[in-house]
């Protein structure tokens, strides 16, 4: 399984990105693929996260009600649709899958993950 994180870019306080994750060689039709991001020196932290099998998507308390993780129907493409965003959103953002069907819990946990899509850059100004 390929992941390959896109969409990444400068923006200001307030505006908008939409990052997409595109997924090639995925068979299993069950798992999750969740985004994370890691500012400068700070630790990897969990964004967003959406499962295979019922689209059932979960959220970081810091992102809940500006992010948005969708996938499309052919489940090719995740994508994260980020609005409001705040200077503190500035980080590296990557994309993961793992094809077991983790609890809650465990899928916001990066140890989860499995396969791991190189990180595309967000940085908020003021």
């Known amino acids: 399984v390929q992941l390959q994180a896109s969409g990444g870019g400068l923006v200001q306080a307030g505006g908008s990105l939409r990052l997409s994750c595109s997924i090639s060689?995925?068979?299993?039709?069950?798992?999750?693929l969740g985004w994370f991001r890691q500012a400068p020196g700070k630790e990897r932290e969990f964004v967003a996260a959406i499962r295979w099998n019922d689209r059932s998507t979960y959220y970081a308390d810091s992102v809940k009600g500006r992010f948005t993780i969708s996938t499309d129907n052919a489940k090719s493409t995740v994508y994260l649709q980020m609005n409001s965003l705040k200077l503190e959103d500035t980080a590296v953002y990557s994309c993961a899958g793992s094809p077991t069907n983790w609890i809650t819990s465990a899928l916001k946990r990066s140890s989860s993950y499995f396969y791991w899509g190189q990180g595309t850059q967000v940085t908020v100004s003021s």
């Open positions: 060689g995925r068979t299993s039709s069950s798992g999750v």
